[in-house]
Each structure stands twice: as C-alpha cells, then as structure tokens.
C-alpha cells in the first residue's frame, strides 16, 4: 500500500493543481476582493479577518474538487474496475487526503497575498495586522478539502457536498460570532480589535485531523486510527475549552455585540489628540488616521478668523450603528471608519472639511438637519459662498444635486420629496454661488477679504448682492430664488 501511495498522492497532486473550478474561484477570490477594497483605506484589524474569510470561496471549490475526487470510485462500472486492484479505497482516500489540502492552502495563500498587496498600495494602513487571522483562511480551506473526502466516503452523492457547502455557509451566517466556527467573521472588532489567541488554530488543525481520520474509517479500522480519531477528537476538546476560555474570548464577550442599536455611535472613540484649537478623537485602533483628518480640516480651520476658531466644533469618530449622544454629536463633525484612497480620499477629504466648513459660517452639520429632513435652500446667501470657498481650500467644491427619497411630515405623513444633496448636507445651492466660489479661491486676496468682513459675510441676512463689494468681486451671475424652505 504504501508504495502505491506515494505515485497515487502524486497524480491526485496534479490533478488537484489543474482542477479549473479551484483555479477559478481563487482568481475570483484575489481579484473580486482586490477590487472590492481597492478604495478603501485598511484596518489590519478589520481587514485580516476579512481577507480570511474571503477564502470560503477557495474552500467552497476544494470541497466540490476534492469531493469529486473521492466519488470515482462510484462511477459507472467504476467498483467493478477498481475492486480486484491492490489499491484499497483507504488507500485512494488518503492520496486525496494528501493531494487536495495542500493544493488549496496553496491556493489560498496566494488569493491572501494577492488581496493584500493590493491594499498596501496608495494607503495608510493602521490597527493590528494579526497573522493568526489568516492562517485561519488556509487551514478553514484545508478543513473543507477534508470534509469534501470524508463526505464523499460517508455519503457518496452528488448533492451531498453542496448541500454540505450550504450547511456550513448558513451557519457562518447564525452564528457568526461563535469560536466553535473554524473560522470567526464576526467579532471583527474595529472599535475595539478583541480576538481569541492561537487555541483557535489548534482547535481548527485538530477538525481537519478528525474529519480526515473519519474519511479514513468509512473502509476500515485499524486500532491505530482508531486511537488518532480519539486523540484527534480529544484534542478538539481541550483547544474547544481553551480558546472559549481564554482571556481573549472573555474580552470580546465583555464588549458584546456592536451592531446593538442601543450602543452611542461615538462610544470607545476616546483616543483624543489636540492640535492648535481642533480636538480629534478616534477609536484606539483608528489613531493613525488622526493626520488623514487633520489634513482635510486643518485648512478649513486656518481660513477662519483666529477668534472664531475656538468655536468651532471637535472631529469625532462614529460607528455605523447605534444611537447618537446629543452631549457628543452637538459639539462635534463626525467622521466614520472608512476613509477612502486610489481617487477616493478626495471625497472623504471633502466630506470633512464640508462639515467643518458647514459649523464655521452656521449651516446644520453633522446630524442636524436644517428645516427637517427635506433640507433648506441657500440660494443667494453671502455665506454659501463662504462656506464653498472653505471647502475649497482642501478639495474642489461640486454643484449641489437633488434626491428624490420619501420623508416625514409635521403630520406624520411619508411623503415623496426632492431632498437636496451637497457638499453642505440637505442644503441646496446654485450655480452662482458655487462660481463665485470658485472666482474667490483663485485669488490670493480673498482670504484677508473674508476674514475682515467674517460676521457680516457668514450673517444668514446677507445676500450675495450684498458681500460682492465686501469680496470685491464683479457682479457676473444672478443667484435663483429659493426653493422650498430657506437655510437660517
């Protein structure tokens, strides 16, 4: 038997390295999550737990493989053929044993790779890059290489291996924050990067070696397989109650559950740092993004009078879900956990300084919502053209657009609404505000101009007829009248 293995594991290996539905899915795998993260800056916290994830599609095309691999045996004619020859179906069961994990670790190392060099390019990357993570990605594809063999010896079928592929993906999605998951894609903790030790390996290493000993039972059972199947079992046991166990796991179940709407959006964001007269607080693990914001702001921050910059507003980071604290979001501009990058940290750059432009000259930001949700009109307003002038001097300010979206009324009603959308929030402008703007931030006298007439040009009162002498501009363009609701 054993001199059969070796040259049998041999072409197992090299049909498993051409199998085209595994060469597929990887190059799925690496491109579609290059792409996908492509414009998003990453958190190694976040971003290894995602990118071991990821590999369910490696694992998912190892299984169908290394599943069909294991059904020849039940093909037509196939026992006839194969029954009088020396090589036992232990034997052809343990060539795939050998030849199909590996391949798809292989494989899935490099979709990793693949997927995280792409994030390294044009970024700043920050939190905790853990390689723990992601060996959990290859050993989850080598544990499905196992389970596909050990389901086709239990249960010979052609729909036994999708079926068990759904299986375990529905699980993924009830359980998501279970350690009995040989991989975890939650808690994937940005707030507060909280993760299990290294028991989780040996808890996932110990199922591979228990499905590959029970794939290896369904012939025969020699006492020394059957003690390994009792060690194996043993060993998951013990890592079971090690890792559940760990200081580790207790942490993150002291944390509980993020996406819990009753958690402030701002809550963990206590990691502050001043600089001049602007407060930024982030969650720990986002303090390398604190120059990010600082460069969007800190400009818009300059261009104001010295003695109105202390009543400017803090940056404070948010989560994606829960409720707002009104003692936080009042007193500060919020920005997210995402920060763009490749062409996108333009938006995000105007996204900031837009909200701190929006505070500086009295528009609503951040959660506010100037005359409801349907949004306001500042149309003819000296001090839309200030606050664009202020988004201009981190990024280009664009014209204002409209959204057609249901909302509430005073009665309670929805109704079907065009809501503006700008650079400003729900505040809609025109064109000649946003060109004089424009006019404004190619002149190197403007900003003198604006800071000695700062209160008369940010007064809601003042037109724009009005400031063009104070900003000794040309009248060129007529602003329209408002729409709907004027901004005060």
């Known amino acids: 038997m054993n001199h ?52 369910l599609l490696v694992g998912a095309a190892v299984m169908l493989a290394a599943n069909l691999a294991t059904l020849r045996d039940r093909r037509a004619d196939a026992v006839e053929l194969t029954g009088p020859l ?23 190392a490099i979709a990793m790779g693949v997927q995280l060099a792409g994030m390294l390019v044009g970024s700043r990357p920050i939190g905790h890059f853990d390689t723990r993570e992601l060996l959990s990605g290859v050993l989850l594809v080598g544990l499905m290489a196992v389970l596909g063999t050990a389901v086709g010896r239990w249960a010979p079928n052609l729909f036994a291996a999708p079926v068990g592929i759904l299986l375990f993906f529905w699980t993924l999605m009830q359980f998501p924050q279970s350690w009995l998951l040989p991989v975890v894609p939650y808690l994937k903790l940005a707030i507060e990067p909280v993760r299990p030790p290294a ?35 043993a060993a998951v046991a013990v890592a079971t109650v090690m890792t559940l166990h760990s200081p580790a796991a207790a942490a993150a179940a002291r944390v509980g559950d993020l ?53 400017l507003p803090d940056v404070t980071q948010r989560a994606e879900t829960g409720t707002f604290d009104p003692a936080v979001t009042d007193r500060s501009v919020l920005t997210t956990t995402s920060w763009g990058r490749n062409g996108a940290g333009q938006d995000s750059r105007r996204a900031l300084a837009a909200q701190m432009a929006a505070a500086a000259t009295g528009f609503p930001w951040g959660t506010r919502h100037g005359a409801g949700p349907a949004g306001c009109d500042a149309s003819g307003q000296a001090r839309t053209v200030v606050a664009l002038w202020l988004i201009g001097q981190t990024e280009e300010p664009l014209p204002a657009t409209s959204t ?40 190197s006298e403007a900003r003198e101009r604006i800071r000695a007439n700062w209160s008369a040009l940010t007064d809601p009162a003042t037109t724009v007829d009005q400031a063009l002498p104070l900003l000794r501009l040309d009248r060129t363009a007529a602003s329209r009248t408002p729409e709907g609701t004027p901004c005060d």
């Open 86 to 108: 020396p090589v036992r179906p232990q034997t052809r069961t343990l060539a795939v044993l050998l030849a199909y994990p590996p391949v798809a670790m292989v494989y899935a």
């Open 4 to 55: 059969a293995l070796i040259p049998l594991a041999a072409a197992e290996t090299r049909i498993a390295l051409r199998s085209p539905l595994l060469c597929l899915l990887t190059l799925l795998t690496a491109t579609g999550r290059t792409l996908a993260t492509w414009h998003e800056m990453p958190n190694w916290s976040v971003a290894t737990v995602d990118t071991a994830t990821s590999t």
């Open 199 to 233: 028991w989780h390996l040996v808890y996932v290493t110990a199922l591979i070696l228990v499905a590959g000993t029970a794939a290896l039972l369904r012939h025969s059972r020699p006492l020394g397989l059957v003690l390994a199947s009792v060690g194996s079992a």
């Open 259 to 311: 996406r819990k709407t009753t958690r402030s959006v701002t809550a963990g964001a206590d990691h502050c740092e001043t600089y001049d007269t602007t407060r930024y607080c982030a969650f720990p693990s986002y303090a390398g993004w604190i120059p990010l914001w600082r460069g969007s702001v800190e400009p818009v921050v300059a261009a104001v009078p010295t003695a109105f910059r202390r009543r």
């Open 404 to 443: 057609r979206m249901s909302v509430r009324t005073d009665g309670g009603d929805l109704s079907d609404r065009e809501v503006p959308t700008s650079d400003l929030g729900a505040v809609r402008y025109g064109q000649a505000e946003l060109a004089y703007a424009r006019r404004l931030m190619a002149r």
